[in-house]
Structures are given as C-alpha cells and as structure tokens.
C-alpha cells in the first residue's frame, strides 16, 4: 500500500515540477526562444491553427526569431496573429518570413518577469504542498480502514517519506526559480 502511494505521489510531484518549467520557458528573457509563440495562434483557410502548424520557427541570433510560412500566403495571417497575441513584439515581414526583434528588457519590465515568477513558482509549489495532502489523507483512511488498516508507526514512517518528497520537489521548484531570475537579471 505505502510504497504504490509514494509511487503514485512522487509521480504527480514531478507533473508539477515539469509543469512550473513549462510556465517558466513562456516568460520571455531577453533571448529568443520559440517557446514566447506557444500560444499565439493563427486564422488561415477558416480555422484557428497554432503558429508552430504554419510556420518553422528558428533562432538566428540570439535576440531574433524568424518565421518561415510552410505557404507565403499565410505571412499576413501569421502577422495579424503575432499582433493580437499578448507576446508585446512587432513582426517585421520581408516577403519571404517575419522576423521577430526581441528587445533588450529594462529594469522595470525585469522585475515584473521576476514577480511573474514567483507567482508561477509558489503555484507549484502550493500543487506539491495538494498532493502532500491527498497522500497523507490516503494514509490516515488506510489506517481506519477495516480490511488491511496500517499501524499508527506505519501511517507516521509513510507521512515522513511523503514529506521527504515534498521537500525534494520544493527545492527543485526553487532551483528553477533561481535559474529563471538569473536568466532575467542577465544583461
């Protein structure tokens, strides 16, 4: 019983984690990365597509994004879809592409991404502190059950391994934390 618990918690602990990296890559940096297009999505031939579904997106240097159309007919859709999405870059079409100039980050903006951050990272860490919970409450039903119930030393060693876990999973989240702030702080 414990050790498919611990399983199954440790399991959804790493959900967590790879979902506060996940939020982490759409927090844009003063690079480029292609994950700032996640979510902009594209009108074309009457359906709402995904940019990465009409475009290959590259980085040519380090602060640029180039998107090249699968059709050049869709540059202009790819353009009207940049814009109204909440990316806060300009495209610039040559013909054959848009290229995406991404701008140095002043101080003020910087700290905004780094409060953006935290927010994100305190959302997982509070997802980690939910399946704590769920975990312990699973032990202390196991205990009262009445076919197969656990010990009272059983529920306390079990509570103490799913803390254990809890505590690997909040570091990791901070790691993350510390590396996305030292990302944005970089000039």
Known sequence: MIPE????TEEKMKRTVEATRHEFTLIRTGRAS?????????????QILSLRDVAAISVPESRQLLLTPFDRNAL???????LKSDVGITPNNDGTGIRLNIPQLNEQRRKDLIKQVHQKA??????????RQDAV??????KKAKENPLSENEEKRGTEQVQKLVDKYIAEIEQL????EADLMEV
Not at 76 to 82: F, P, V
Not at 137 to 142: D, E, I, S, V, Y
């Open 5 to 8: 618990l611990l399983k199954e």
């Open 76 to 82: 202009g859709a790819i353009e009207k879809g940049i």
């Open 177 to 180: 934390t510390k590396a996305k």
């Open 137 to 142: 409450k699973k032990l202390t039903n196991q």
């Open 122 to 131: 305190e959302t997982g860490r509070v997802s980690v502190r939910s399946v």
């Open 34 to 46: 292609p994950a700032i297009l996640e979510h902009v999505k594209v009108e074309l031939y009457g």
